[in-house]
Structures are given as structure tokens and as C-alpha cells.
């Protein structure tokens, strides 16, 4: 599959290009038996069309009387998705299966059906009146078939787990930490060892906490916040490095834990913590009590 060099680097500027003459080009579209409306920009004939279940990469922008209502240029990642069977006749998947590879055109559907049929919305926005068409601006600029995209999200998947077992080992040699990690890779420091009872599962704790990045960003604090956060022990609440390094403190005890990636969030990204991200926790266990 080919990827011609000027689409990634046009893809902007066509867009803006698009959204500045909407008006006043009706009459250059043409018009398929399918009823699929569209108009071309830029056409590769010589390359291949994607088919249904294809992984498309796209730029769109949409449009209804002018308004632009979504631009994936905006948006902080590629714009990716299977290509889906056409909902209605003349819908914008069929205009994207119309489409070499690198192509660039426009395509108008009616707005009404866009947002009831394929958006599934309960009530029409109200800028949206009868009859009006909602133009799509694609670019195509390139597809994948679903075995490939699969086999290049594991093959990514297994460098962010590389590079996330390289971030953590650099924290561990940076920061001096001798301690064996446990059988599940969580390092645990006691800092300060409590004087009451050993954490068990079921139980209520109530934890003050700092978490960062091994970069040193942190992420959330309860001290900041003035009230520490309350959950059940070894149900799941929290990430399990938290279950696992809580059951390991007595009351009163502070400590140090440093949670692999696959002890956290995996991989997902979530709020400021990127995804495949080992995470740092400076813990103080303040009570403990049955529920």
C-alpha cells in the first residue's frame, strides 16, 4: 500500500482551502445512480479503493450552511476508523469507498438523515432545517485492512512496553532502589514503618498520597487537596499496585511505591497520565478500620 508524501504534507492547508469556498459550487458536483453527491479535488487513480472493514486514515471537515461543525485537524491525534457499510444511499462511508488512496473531494448529504441515521441523535440540532445538505470535506490518506492495523497496534503496543520497562528501570537506578520487586514487578520502600496493625483485604483505609511521573510531574495529591482518599482494600477500587502496596503498610506507615505500568492504568491514557506510563506514589497509610 502506498502513501504519496504531498497528501501529509497538503492535508492542512486543503482544508483550510475547503472550508474558505463553500458557496456558490453546487453546480460543479456530480451525481452517481446511488445518489452519492460529490466533487473531486484531487484524484490517484492509479492507487487502490478501500473496502468495507478497511482501517481508513482521513482529514474531514464538515459543514452545514458554512458552519463548520467538526475538523479533524483539531482534534490531538490521527482521525482512524473502519469504513462501514453505507447507512443510507449516498452517505459520506460510500463517498469514502469511492476514493483512491490520496484522493482529496467533497461530498453533500442531507443533514437530517446524517445526524438521525448515522449519528444517531434523538433531536435535530436546532441549525439544522429541512433540507438543508451537510457537506464533508475528506482526504483519504491511506487505509490498512483490519488483520494489518491489528498487527501494527501489537507491534506498537510492544515498544511503548519496552520503552515503559526502560523508563521504570532508569527511575529505579536514578533514584538508588535497592529493593527486590515483588512477583508482580511492584517496588515497594517502607520509609517509615507504622506502629499498628498490618492493612487487610476488606477492610477500610484511608491513604494520604502523592503520585507522579518518573519524569517527577505530578499527577494528583491528596495533601494538595487537604483530605485523604478513603476505599476498601483488595475489591478493586484502585489500581492494583495500590492494593497490593497498601496490604503491605501498617497503620502509620509511610512508603514509596513504584508501579509498573501494568499495575496502573495498562494502556490507557488517563486524565494526564499517558498510556504504558509506570507511576511513582509516596503513600501514607492513616487509618484503618472494618467496614
Not at 453546480?27 to 446511488?34: A, F, H
Not at 492509479?46 to 482529514?59: A, F, G, M, R
Not at 498487527?151 to 512496553?161: L, S
Request: hydrophobic fraction near 40%; glycine fraction near 8%.
Amino acid at each position: 500500500m502506498r502513501l504519496n508524501f504531498f497528501v501529509a504534507l497538503f492535508s492542512f492547508s486543503f482544508l483550510l482551502v475547503v472550508a474558505s469556498c463553500q458557496s456558490g459550487d453546487n453546480s460543479k458536483y456530480q451525481t452517481l445512480e446511488s445518489g452519492l453527491t460529490y466533487k473531486l479535488h484531487e484524484e490517484f487513480p492509479e492507487n487502490e479503493k478501500p473496502q468495507v472493514s478497511d482501517i481508513v486514515h482521513i482529514t474531514m471537515l464538515y459543514t452545514v450552511n458554512d458552519s463548520v461543525i467538526f475538523n479533524s485537524s483539531e482534534m490531538d491525534r490521527e482521525m482512524r476508523f473502519p469504513l462501514l457499510k453505507p447507512v443510507f444511499a449516498g452517505d459520506f462511508y460510500e463517498g469514502i469507498a469511492f476514493m483512491h488512496e490520496g484522493d482529496s473531494a467533497s461530498f453533500r448529504c442531507p443533514a437530517e438523515q446524517v445526524f438521525l441515521e448515522i449519528f444517531k441523535v434523538k433531536t435535530l440540532p436546532p441549525f439544522v432545517k429541512e433540507g438543508d445538505m451537510m457537506r464533508f470535506d475528506i482526504r483519504l490518506i491511506d487505509f490498512m485492512t483490519s488483520a494489518e492495523y491489528d498487527a501494527e497496534q501489537r507491534e506498537k503496543a510492544m515498544m511503548e512496553q519496552q520503552l515503559s520497562r526502560e523508563k521504570l528501570q532508569k527511575f529505579i537506578d536514578d533514584e538508588g532502589i535497592t529493593v527486590e520487586p515483588t512477583a508482580s514487578g511492584l517496588y515497594f520502600v517502607e520509609q517509615e514503618r507504622g506502629n499498628g496493625r498490618l492493612a487487610k483485604a476488606g477492610q477500610l483505609v484511608k491513604v494520604h498520597y502523592t503520585g507522579r511521573l518518573t519524569d517527577g510531574t505530578v499527577f494528583d495529591s491528596s495533601l494538595e487537596r487537604g483530605q485523604p482518599i478513603e476505599f476498601v482494600l483488595g475489591e478493586g477500587k484502585v489500581i492494583s499496585g495500590w492494593d497490593e502496596g497498601i496490604a503491605m503498610m501498617r497503620k502509620g506507615g509511610k512508603a514509596l511505591m513504584v508501579i509498573p505500568f501494568d499495575l496502573a492504568y495498562g494502556e490507557r491514557a488517563v486524565g494526564s497520565i499517558p498510556a504504558f506510563s509506570p507511576l511513582v506514589f509516596e503513600v501514607e497509610l492513616i487509618d484503618i478500620s472494618n467496614k
